[in-house]
């Protein structure tokens, strides 16, 4: 009896394995594969990275499909969602962001999904019994690229400029981020002037600002953009530190904390005053802004090529101390008749130097000094517009 039970239990074994062996093919989850690659950029290095994404076919779907020799209509609701995927991915212009410490630019294309070609492609694969079939999809490159920022040197993070604005109105934050906004991702050529009203255009508002202080007739006046040198001074200080040569440069009138350390700022007002500096680095440079509304801060970072330089800035020598100017008065509809409301703090007058020195290779190749002269500022009270102070 027991070598009977023992050939049984073979044969059945046997069976068993060989029922698995038929049916594992058709067990096998038949996949649509999309295959794509992105650049980006990090320590200077532009690299490759590959993007796979996969669906998995109702099996049933395949196997009427297999057996109609044709696409099957039950097929037609996931090949509508696989579309619906692929088509929502975006193009996206390539950025830098800090990833741990380190700079990485990194963009995307976007994917427009090939229908009547994945279907072909899907059918074939049916017909010759494999269990996978690639996704036919047009890429939209983004209007910049990883391979726009390369071709133009542009490899790595160059140097910062920040400033903070705590404390200001809300109309001043508003004319900052608009401002900002405008100075975001944008080119410099090698060899070209920047030049600061020119890139910032009409302010006005029509394109976004509104009305603020600004320093007009010895007081405070509300014009258009009040509060836009913030902006100036934080780029100001972006390409400073990234050793351009300064060809317009002007400080206020008066010393504003806003802009402390004092004389490390530069004040504009269209069309008298500009900021311009040039791009003497060979290669273009890519400028981005940046904000935090919850710490009052303002970024721009500076990209481009590695010019080897080093670039120190002292810390500002002050002088020449003289004391507050008398008060001043502004027209402020919201103080009542004989009141007044404090719209500016006293400032003393004074002179600020600061040296910048430029070297690459241990050799220096510039060495300027920011001078600045701040008249001395008296306190600014709003008082009601019929006032006699005025």
């Known amino acids: 009896m027991k070598p009977l039970l023992l050939s049984l239990l073979t044969l059945s074994l046997a069976a068993t394995a060989h029922a698995q062996a038929q049916t594992t093919p058709a067990q096998t989850p038949f996949k649509l594969i999309l295959r794509a690659s992105e650049q980006k950029i990090q320590k200077g290095e532009v690299t490759k990275h590959g993007v796979v994404k996969s669906w998995t076919l ?26 619906k995927a692929v088509n929502a991915r975006k193009p996206r212009p390539a950025v830098f962001r800090n990833v741990g410490g380190s700079w990485v630019a990194a963009g995307q294309t976007g994917w427009v999904f090939d229908r009547d070609a994945t279907k072909a492609r899907l059918l074939k694969a049916i017909r010759s019994g494999r269990s996978s079939a690639e996704v036919a999809y047009k890429r939209i490159e983004p209007q910049r690229s990883v391979a726009t920022l390369a071709a133009r040197g542009v490899l790595g993070h160059v140097s910062t400029g920040t400033s903070s604005y705590r404390g200001s109105p809300a109309f001043r934050e508003k004319n900052i981020l608009v401002g900002a906004s405008k100075l975001d991702n944008f080119f410099i050529a090698p060899g070209h002037e920047f030049d600061f009203n020119r890139e910032i255009g009409q302010i006005d508002a029509s394109t976004g600002f509104v009305k603020g202080f600004v320093i007009s007739g010895g007081t405070l006046t509300k014009e258009d953009g009040g509060g836009i040198c913030q902006v100036s001074t934080t780029v100001f200080r972006a390409l400073y530190q990234a050793g351009l040569p300064v060809t317009e440069r002007h400080e206020h009138s008066h010393r504003v904390k806003y802009y402390d350390p004092v004389g490390f700022e530069a004040t504009v007002y269209a069309p008298d005053k500009n900021l311009r500096m040039k791009n003497d680095t060979g290669k273009y440079l890519f400028i981005q802004a940046a904000w935090d509304k919850s710490a009052d801060t303002l970024r721009f970072d500076v990209f481009g090529a590695n010019t080897g330089r080093t670039v120190n800035i002292s810390r500002p020598v002050i002088t020449n101390f003289k004391a ?28 600020s130097a600061i040296t910048r020195t430029v070297k690459v290779g241990g050799k220096v190749i510039r060495k300027d000094t920011l001078k600045s002269v701040y008249q001395p500022w008296g306190a600014v009270y709003g008082v009601n517009p019929k006032d006699r102070r005025l």
């Open 324 to 351: 507050p100017a008398s008060p001043s008065y502004s027209p402020d509809a919201r103080v009542a008749a004989g009141g007044r409301r404090l719209l500016d703090t006293p400032m003393q007058g004074m002179s």
């Open 58 to 83: 109702p099996a049933a779907g395949i196997k009427v499909s297999q057996k109609a020799g044709k696409v099957s209509s039950t097929l037609t609701p996931v090949i509508d969602r696989i579309e």
